[in-house]
């Protein structure tokens, strides 16, 4: 899907999180806007709630007081009680997020919502002044920016136009005509290389690196600035080949300043127990400081740009 370049204010887009006093999302304070789809199916996704385009209901069972507000206003049928046990059934389930509405102990939570251009920057200005003084502004990120191109477009635009640094993170898996019509109104790219070598690129989520190694090199073509961000995961691709590929990567690009090493943390598996997704990798236990550290050692050791932990 390539984006409309016309796409106006008026445009929405399915978001589910907005992150104020973000720092680890480009310089400075920002706020950071989370929008859901993601081309990507990465075995270590930490943010398994934003791969879905649209809206998700999830459950965790630890919250539930077993009161039943649930079941009685689904409109589908989906909740019931067995005993003093709740069960949802998800097959049937439509989204509409009236059991979360319900449910004051936060046990259901509807993750996604329509928004538009001009709600969500109204949303991101009330924190300029903090920008203003820290050199921050607007990232967004998701899930995928480019899975939404033209609210992604519009929304850019918008936060050019109100004075905002903006940066934007993407997994680089879109048509380069989407980046092409963004490219002026980001500051910043905050670009994730997560795997060197195609094959293993695959494995690890879903398709191959040739596109997105194709597009990040256009963009760098076309006098992008851009930190690449790489997620390090113990035992799949912590390896020297990896890490010095990223080194040669960061070498060869003018508008590299900066790449990240993004170790391994289990985080992301409350958030799939919640919604009921299987975690490929188990029992996985973050990277220790010990480990960051080396891979850090040895990614900077080949590299003229800095190597900081993400």
Same mark, same amino acid.
């Given at each position: ?27 400075? &304070? ?15 996704? *930490? $943010?398994?709630?934003? %791969? ?18 649930? %079941? ?128 293993? *690129? ?29 997620? &390090? ?17 960061? $070498? ?59």
């Amino acid at each position: 899907m390539s984006v409309t370049v016309e796409a106006g204010p008026k445009v929405t887009g399915t978001i589910f999180d907005i992150k104020k006093f973000a720092v680890h999302d480009g310089p400075g &304070i920002r706020t950071t806007v989370f929008l859901k789809g993601c081309p990507l199916r990465c075995l270590w996704c *930490h $943010n398994p709630e934003s %791969v879905e385009r649209g809206p998700q209901v999830a459950y965790r069972l630890d919250k539930c007081i077993g009161c039943g507000s649930c %079941v009685r206003v689904c409109p589908a049928g989906c909740h019931r009680m067995a005993g003093e046990l709740h069960v949802f059934d998800r097959q049937g389930c439509v989204q509409c997020g009236a059991c979360a509405q319900a449910c004051y102990m936060k046990a259901l939570e509807r993750i996604g919502r329509e928004a538009s251009v001009d709600e969500v920057l109204g949303e991101v200005l009330k924190d300029k002044r903090y920008f203003e003084k820290s050199g921050g502004g607007l990232t967004l990120s998701g899930g995928e920016p480019m899975a939404q191109p033209a609210f992604t477009a519009a929304l850019l635009r918008a936060a050019k136009r109100a004075g905002l640094h903006t940066c934007l993170d993407t997994c680089g898996q879109a048509p380069f005509e989407n980046y092409r019509a963004v490219l002026e109104h980001v500051d910043l790219f905050l670009y994730d290389v997560k795997e060197t070598d195609a094959a293993k *690129h695959r494995e690890y989520t879903g398709v191959d690196n040739r596109l997105i190694l194709e597009n990040l090199v256009r963009l760098d073509s076309a006098g992008a600035r851009t930190i690449l961000r790489c997620p &390090i995961i113990p035992g799949l691709n912590d390896r020297a080949s990896h890490f010095a590929e990223l080194a040669k990567l960061a $070498n060869r690009l003018a508008g590299v300043v900066e790449v990240n090493l993004m170790p391994y943390h289990p985080y992301g598996s409350s958030k799939g127990d919640a919604l009921e997704r299987v975690n490929p990798l188990g029992e996985l236990a973050a990277a220790t400081r010990e480990q960051a550290d080396a891979w850090l050692a040895q990614v900077q050791a080949a590299t003229r740009v800095p190597v900081r932990r993400g």
